[in-house]
């Protein structure tokens, strides 16, 4: 009986000893098998299948590989997180170029500003009164390009072809007459700040120089009126006024909303002489795409 009773302790000895050297090697191979980031469950499969361990010790030593399992799985999501960020960061730095085209649909409206007439060659105020002289509104291309020498100030330079505009008179006893045509070309140069470029909605305001050359001059309608010829000064120096804003789309295109304010005035000579000056001074209303590289 004693015997029996040595033999019994000392199996209950030897199997506390077994499953705390099986504890110890699972725990061993989960934390290898982590750091080698090779699955928990296949490992568990495995040892399942040689039957190393007992379901009990599996009870114990799921807890461990549950835990490993959730923090390896918030590890992933949060380094997929983190490369996007950095992706997006990386993207957003490399997407914007120093140069800029636009192309833009203008509506130009004249101010249509005149002085009265002078006296000179028979044409008096009563004849040619003040803001008589009327230029017609139209819709217009544009062109422009603009390189950025930091991210806040760049340099637009704006195009266009030259533009066909008619001239009518308006008030006085010639009102109604359609005195003609000319053409013009109205180049730009702005000096632009733009205020939040790196958004999505970015602001600006520009300011510069215009040159318009005036070509062309048909004024017909005037010459058979007054008997002799008519003209247009053929340049104007003027300065021009900007704000506007982008919407950018993606990593290289943008919506663009601008206004300008031009100053474009041209002395009317008849038979000659200077008898009124012309104020055109537009306004130009654009809309159009931009592309950034």
């Known amino acids: 009986m004693r015997s029996a009773m040595l033999m019994q302790q000392g199996r209950g000895t030897s199997s506390a000893i077994y499953e705390a050297s099986l504890r110890d090697l699972v725990q061993v191979l989960v934390s290898v098998a982590t750091n080698l980031d090779v699955g928990q469950t296949v490992l568990m499969h495995g040892l399942m299948q040689v039957k190393l361990i ?4 599996l009870i114990l030593v799921s807890p461990t590989i549950e835990c490993e399992r959730d923090m390896n799985k918030t590890l992933l999501q949060a380094s997929i997180i983190a490369a996007f960020l950095s992706t997006s960061s990386a993207w957003a730095q490399q997407t914007d170029g120093n140069w800029m085209v636009r192309v833009r649909a ?3 409206e004249p101010a249509n500003k005149s002085d009265a007439g002078n006296g000179q060659s028979g044409i008096t105020s009563t004849v040619l009164p003040s803001d008589a002289i009327s230029v017609n509104n139209k819709w217009i291309p544009e062109v422009d390009v603009s390189y950025f020498f930091t991210k806040n100030i760049a340099a637009e330079l704006v195009l266009t072809v030259p533009q066909k505009q008619d001239v009518t008179i308006t008030k006085g006893p010639l009102a109604g007459t359609k005195a003609g045509t000319f053409k013009h070309l109205p ?14 909605f970015r602001p600006y305001v520009g300011a510069g120089v215009n040159y318009t050359r005036i070509s062309s001059v048909h004024l017909d309608g005037l010459n058979a009126v007054t008997g002799t010829s008519s003209d247009l000064e053929h340049s104007s120096w003027g300065a021009a006024l900007q704000a506007g804003f982008d919407v950018k789309l993606d990593a290289h295109s943008y919506i663009n909303f601008d206004v300008k304010k031009v100053y474009i005035k041209a002395d009317l000579k008849v038979g000659g002489n200077t008898v009124s000056t012309v104020n055109v001074d537009p306004i130009l209303w654009g809309v159009g795409y931009g592309y950034r590289f």
């Open 54 to 57: 007992r379901p009990a010790l």
């Open 187 to 200: 180049p730009s140069l702005l000096l632009q700040y733009h205020f939040m470029p790196d958004a999505t």
């Open 106 to 108: 203008l509506h130009l």
